[in-house]
């Protein structure tokens, strides 16, 4: 499996709205939905504003980076747009806002943060100075391999180690140069390269059809897509 930054996971860790180490302050409502996870989520009724708080605290199982997620349930326009949320990670403390009209009953992407193992990190949302409904529901800790590259086979990845590139002089044209990518794939799979510039666009997709297990090689003539 990959996260959303197409790096391989190792592990992953949820925390809902009634697990245990999940610290909940001020009078919060609990709704049940089939929409939520675990079965149901907190809501603030647009009240209390500054007195009510979830923070998640998972139960890391080893030092890395981790992409954080959080759940929320949508109400449309009835939503606040300016929820504070509060992240604590190995390297102090980060503020953002976030809205939540949109995207409900769905994992949304928070960032990419380092944390150190078991119970020191966490991640709170409050409804201080929010103009409208605040939800919450769950939030999501991923361990992603950043030692695997973001270039994806199907289900595997290839690592740095396994891939050689040299610059070789068109055969038929001493002025112009190649780029040869050489791979090696622990099984064989159809797959595809994508080539990006330092901004992390995509300038080029090299189809690479049935993928040797070993000494297999795409060349590039360096022309974007």
């Known amino acids: 499996m990959w996260d959303a930054y197409r790096y391989p996971i190792i592990a992953e860790v949820i925390v809902d709205n009634k697990d245990t180490n999940a610290h909940i302050s001020g009078d919060w409502t609990t709704v049940q939905s089939y929409n939520s996870y675990g ?12 007195e009510k708080s979830i923070t998640y605290v998972p139960n890391l199982p080893k030092d890395g980076l981790y992409v954080v997620y959080l759940r929320w349930i949508s109400h449309s ?102 780029l040869k990518i050489h791979y090696s794939l622990p099984v064989q799979q159809k797959g595809q390269m994508l080539i990006k510039n330092m901004r992390g666009q995509i300038i080029k997709n090299l189809s690479c059809g049935n993928m040797l297990e070993s000494n297999g090689s795409i060349t590039w003539d360096g022309r974007n897509n």
């Open 39 to 50: 079965g149901d989520y907190l809501e603030d009724g647009n009240e209390g504003k500054g």
């Open 77 to 178: 326009v009835n939503n606040a747009d300016n929820v504070p949320i509060i992240i604590q990670d190995a390297q102090g403390t980060i503020f953002r806002q976030i809205s939540m009209k949109s995207h409900g009953s769905s994992w949304r992407i928070q960032g990419k943060y380092y944390f150190h193992s078991g119970q020191a990190g966490s991640v709170t949302l409050s409804n201080a100075g929010t103009n409208q409904t605040v939800t919450a529901d769950a939030a999501k800790f991923v361990l992603i391999d950043t030692n695997a590259t973001s270039i994806k086979y199907s289900n595997s990845f290839i690592k740095p180690e396994q891939i050689k590139i040299e610059i070789t002089r068109h055969p038929f044209c001493l002025s112009k140069e190649e």
